[in-house]
């Protein structure tokens, strides 16, 4: 007989993924060799999964959601793994770069800082490092936040990016994060993106005053089956929002921000001229 290994998925969220795998793969009646198959590895690979002996990745994860059919379920395995992976994030944050994977139009609007996803590693540290110094994370969870953000700006280049639209508050440019050659380095970074064909960047300036649509950060993003999902955060909680009555508002917003901001070339004009003040 089988020696069966009895789990506990409250030892730890590893622990809590391998023990689903195993309740959802004996709920079909199917083999550990049997879904093996269907993702790709060894029946032994499920076996150390299912027993936390070994760690999922991301394309894992995402195999085993084809073969369960939960792709794009709240059951999904890939939501498991970010929420998993990513434990330190803001929640909801880990289910929204899933659809931002996807998306073929983002926008983004940003007051203070540079949007993450146009951050130079060096100026995504030093954003890392502050929030070290005040206490509200710990070395691993900058170095995690830092390692996901790339990540994330790497899942951009593609054979078709998506259309990236941008509109940074000025202030994002005048904070000076990391020191002048940290900045130098992100301004020049700031006009090499505005070069790009899928990218279109814009300056709202201090002079729209109370036009401004938004007080705190928005990111729009439009699936390739043109639904759109809205996400905000405060400074404790983030929130995905696939619900038309609200999105569709902050879609009009965004619109109308637009056309209240500089343009492109007077955008990077700007950029460039704040790039050569700094050292």
Same mark, same amino acid.
């Given at each position: 007989?089988?020696?069966?290994?009895?789990?506990?998925? !409250?030892?730890?969220?590893?622990?809590?993924?391998?023990?689903?795998?195993?309740? &959802?793969?004996?709920?079909?009646?199917?083999?550990?060799?049997?879904?093996?198959? &269907?993702?790709?590895?060894?029946?032994?690979?499920?076996?150390?999964?299912?027993?936390?002996?070994?760690?999922?990745?991301?394309?894992?994860?995402?195999? +085993?959601?084809?073969?369960?059919? +939960?792709?794009?379920?709240? =059951?999904?395995?890939?939501?498991?793994?970010?929420?998993?992976?990513?434990?330190?994030?803001?929640?909801?944050?880990?289910?929204?770069?899933?659809?931002?994977?996807?998306?073929?139009?983002?926008?983004?609007?940003?007051?203070?800082?540079?949007?993450?996803?146009?951050?130079?590693?060096?100026?995504?540290?030093?954003?890392?490092?502050?929030?070290?110094?005040?206490?509200?994370?710990?070395?691993?969870? $900058?170095?995690?936040?830092?390692?996901?953000?790339?990540?994330?700006?790497?899942?951009?280049?593609?054979?078709?990016?998506? &259309?990236?639209?941008?509109?940074?508050?000025?202030?994002?440019?005048?904070?000076?994060?990391?020191?002048?050659?940290?900045?130098?380095?992100?301004?020049?970074?700031?006009?090499?993106?505005?070069?790009?064909?899928?990218?279109?960047?814009?300056?709202?300036?201090?002079?729209?005053?109370?036009?401004? $649509?938004? !007080?705190?950060?928005?990111?729009?993003?439009?699936?390739? !089956?043109?639904?759109?999902?809205?996400?905000?955060?405060?400074?404790?909680?983030?929130?995905? !929002?696939?619900?038309?009555?609200?999105?569709?508002?902050?879609?009009?917003?965004?619109?109308?921000?637009?056309? =209240?901001?500089?343009?492109?070339?007077?955008?990077?004009?700007?950029?460039?001229?704040?790039?050569?003040?700094?050292?």
């Amino acid at each position: 007989m089988v020696n069966i290994k009895e789990l506990n998925p !409250d030892a730890s969220p590893q622990a809590a993924y391998g023990a689903r795998l195993r309740r &959802m793969r004996e709920a079909r009646g199917w083999i550990q060799d049997h879904i093996a198959t &269907m993702v790709g590895c060894t029946g032994r690979h499920i076996s150390a999964i299912e027993t936390g002996r070994k760690s999922a990745t991301l394309p894992f994860s995402r195999r +085993l959601d084809v073969a369960l059919e +939960l792709v794009g379920t709240p =059951e999904s395995f890939e939501r498991e793994w970010r929420e998993m992976r990513h434990g330190s994030l803001l929640e909801g944050f880990p289910e929204y770069v899933g659809y931002e994977a996807r998306a073929v139009e983002i926008r983004l609007f940003r007051i203070g800082l540079i949007p993450g996803l146009m951050q130079t590693s060096e100026y995504a540290r030093a954003v890392a490092e502050g929030e070290l110094q005040r206490g509200s994370i710990t070395p691993e969870q $900058a170095d995690e936040r830092v390692s996901f953000l790339l990540e994330r700006q790497a899942a951009l280049v593609r054979p078709r990016p998506p &259309m990236v639209f941008v509109v940074m508050d000025e202030s994002c440019l005048l904070q000076a994060v990391g020191g002048p050659k940290v900045m130098h380095a992100q301004l020049e970074r700031l006009e090499k993106l505005a070069a790009l064909p899928n990218w279109i960047i814009h300056v709202s300036p201090f002079a729209i005053g109370a036009r401004r $649509a938004f !007080d705190m950060p928005v990111n729009l993003l439009t699936l390739p !089956d043109r639904s759109v999902v809205g996400y905000a955060e405060s400074q404790l909680q983030g929130y995905v !929002d696939r619900e038309p009555s609200t999105v569709v508002p902050m879609l009009t917003a965004y619109h109308q921000l637009q056309a =209240e901001t500089m343009s492109q070339a007077a955008s990077v004009a700007m950029i460039s001229q704040l790039r050569k003040g700094t050292p």
